[in-house]
Structure formats: C-alpha cells, structure tokens
C-alpha cells in the first residue's frame, strides 16, 4: 500500500524550501521553492508561489511560478497558473486559466 500524501492543511502558510521524496498535497499557501521526488497536487484552495520540480503536478487551484515536472502537468478546470511549463506531457483542461510559454520538447530518456 503506497503511503498516503502528506498535507499542507488550508490553515497553513508555509515560506521557504520544500523537498523530498513523498508525495505532497496543498490546501494552504506555499511560498518559495518545491523540489520533489514525487507528485505535487494543488488542492482547490490551495496556493502555490514557487519554482516547482516534481515528477507530476497537478493544480486546481493556483499556482505562480517557473513548473518543471518529469512525468506531467495538469491544469484542472477552474485553476489559474501563472508561469512557464515544462514536461513531457502537458494538459490544460477547458476552464482552467494559463498564462506563460509551454516546453514539451523534453528528454524522455
């Protein structure tokens, strides 16, 4: 059984670097910088200001900031993200707001 996501719950405000390994949720604010081995999600109210790498991200609420991720990017209707997007596979649901360049001329090896 794979362990569940850790949580920034949406009463939490967080300003600085975030790293590791697991998989990492957000519902409050983040401020800084996100470096993960594992997914990211952007919970509805949750926000994102950061430089993110990560091996997918998935936002539906907001997210600011430079996303590079080695699987994908999802762009859920009703997120708004600001910023440049780079992966191998990017999708951008009706509904969500995007403003930035698209890069999917990545590696895949």
């Given amino acids: 059984m794979a362990p569940s996501p850790s949580t920034i719950s949406s009463e939490v405000s967080i300003s600085g670097r975030i790293s590791g390994d697991g998989e990492l949720s957000v519902q409050g604010t983040v401020e800084g910088d996100v470096a993960l081995q594992a997914p990211l999600t952007v919970e509805e109210q949750g926000r994102v200001i950061a430089d993110v790498d990560a091996d997918k991200v998935v936002v539906h609420g907001e997210l600011e900031g430079e996303v590079v991720a080695r699987e994908s990017i999802e762009l859920l ?32 090896e």
């Fill in 77 to 108: 209707a009703g997120s708004t993200v600001t910023g440049n997007l780079r992966a191998p596979r990017i999708i951008i649901q009706e509904g969500a707001r995007f403003q930035g360049n698209v890069d999917m001329d990545v590696d895949l």
